[in-house]
């Protein structure tokens, strides 16, 4: 496993959440920078973030 932060962790982890390839340019993840990748990232996670119930 790759050092949490680390530009391997974060492809780890969007392979786990079905992303395989950036949704805009169509290329594979591994291509891209870090900063991309987190922000690729946090999208990802703040949509599939669930509202409370109310």
């Known amino acids: 496993?790759?050092?949490i932060g680390s530009?391997?962790?974060y492809v780890v982890k969007l392979k786990e959440l079905g992303v395989t390839k950036h949704?805009?340019?169509r290329?594979?993840?591994e291509q891209y920078k870090t900063y991309i990748?987190?922000?690729l990232y946090e999208?990802?996670?703040e949509k599939?973030?669930?509202s409370p119930p109310m």
């Open 48 to 50: 599939n973030r669930i």
């Open 27 to 29: 290329r594979k993840l």
């Open 37 to 39: 990748l987190r922000q």
């Open 7 to 9: 530009k391997g962790w």
């Open 23 to 25: 949704p805009i340019e």
């Open 1 to 3: 496993m790759a050092h």
């Open 43 to 45: 999208q990802t996670m």
